[in-house]
């Protein structure tokens, strides 16, 4: 009796323990992986921020409702940088020091981005930033990629919006004072007058500007053919408006920040005939399934920063769904690996096909028509 109690208690032992023997593997490939967000998702440029983090979402929404990443569940970090370099280097660290996570989709700005930069290169881990377009972002390290042009391709699309599509061939310059606007401003009058043009004045203008009139006085002086605003949209709505009353009604052309309908919204019927480049336009219907989910999600149209923000998730989640097919360890280092090396990505901005972490994507013109962005032709 004493052994068929024995053989009984083995048995139940075993039973019970070979479930929990196969049910190992299963409970570590259901582990979390973690993405780290971060933009500023407040102060005078939330908008952008907002955009990212809408996109972000909602295509890891999309991942969760197929039943997450080859069946692990995805945790998405979120993190305000404010725009602030110190404050990109604070929740970097944030991110960072999170376990699991082996990728970091951020920041809307080169400044931010290049800020965070050295906190994912020492800790291994990817940065893709979605609109970072300063070249010298992605020279740092092998560890960061960017989504769209860098400012050298988009100087070249600035002077084609300016002195093709709305054929002033002086041109006045104002530019943001900060990473992104002095080298915008400078590459862009740089591949105007290389095309023939003339830049007639390329000035800075300080962030959070608000009078711009003796700006417009100059360029009443001046009489340039047109104006290309190398501006975030508050400055470059108020720019336009002050330009307008002071009745100087000559073309304008503006760079990728102006895409965001924010600078419709806030440029009102002064913005009615602004042309910009981008490389995501709303109502193309090849976007069609995008722009319906984010409207159905969000109440409102996608902008180009969405979109490249959607496109930095996908390709992000792409590198991490092969690095755990492969049946490697998913550490940061893998999924670089991937970014690096992998397949060319389909997104709604186009294709990806990282060479040193950039990209390059042919643009869209398009312009400000009835209060609306539409194809210019």
């Known amino acids: 009796m004493r052994s068929s109690r024995s053989r009984l208690s083995r048995s139940t032992l075993l039973a019970a323990l070979f479930p929990v023997l196969l049910a190992a593997p299963s409970a570590h490939a259901a582990e979390p992986i973690s993405i780290g967000f971060f933009s500023h998702l407040s102060g005078n440029f939330a908008e952008y921020g907002a955009s990212f983090k809408n996109a972000v979402e909602l295509y890891l929404d999309q991942v969760k409702a197929q039943g997450g990443i080859e069946g692990r569940p995805v945790n998405l970090i979120v993190e305000d940088d404010r725009n602030s370099p110190q404050e990109a280097a604070s929740v970097a660290r944030k991110i960072a020091g999170t376990k699991g996570v082996v990728l ?11 800020a965070a930069a050295p906190v994912f290169i020492e800790a291994k881990i990817p940065q893709i930033s979605p609109t970072s377009s ?29 002195q093709k599509k709305l054929k002033a061939n002086t041109v006045v310059i104002p530019y943001s004072q900060d990473d992104w606007g002095v080298y915008t401003g400078k590459a862009t009058a740089a591949a105007i007058e290389k095309a023939g043009g003339k830049v007639l004045l390329l000035e800075s203008v300080m962030p959070n500007a608000k009078d711009f009139r003796p700006f417009v006085s100059k360029i009443k002086a001046l009489k340039p053919e047109g ?35 924010k600078f419709v919204e806030l440029s009102g019927k002064a913005a009615e005939g602004v042309v910009l480049h981008t490389i995501f336009f709303a109502q193309d219907p090849s976007k069609k399934a995008f722009t319906d989910a984010y409207k159905a999600k969000y109440g409102k149209l996608p ?13 992000g989640v792409a590198a991490i769904r092969r690095v755990v097919k492969s049946g490697k360890p998913l550490t940061g280092e893998a999924v670089r690996n991937e970014l690096a090396n992998g397949p060319a990505y389909e997104g709604v901005t186009g294709t990806t096909k990282y060479d040193n972490g950039n990209v390059k994507k042919a643009p869209t013109f398009i312009t400000v028509r009835n209060g609306e962005f539409a194809l210019f032709q």
Do not use: C, M
């Open 104 to 114: 970091a989709i951020g920041s809307w700005s080169t400044t931010a981005s290049v």
């Open 134 to 162: 300063h070249p010298d972002f992605t020279k740092q390290s092998n560890y960061l990629f960017r989504q769209n042009n860098t400012d050298d391709v988009l100087a070249q699309y600035n002077a084609d919006t300016i």
């Open 227 to 261: 104006v290309f605003l190398a501006l975030p949209y508050q400055e470059a709505s108020i720019f336009i408006q002050q330009l307008r009353q002071a009745g100087v009604n000559i073309p304008v052309g503006g760079g990728i920040p102006l895409t965001s309908p």
């Open 303 to 315: 902008d180009q920063f969405a979109a490249l923000a959607y496109d930095a998730a996908g390709v």
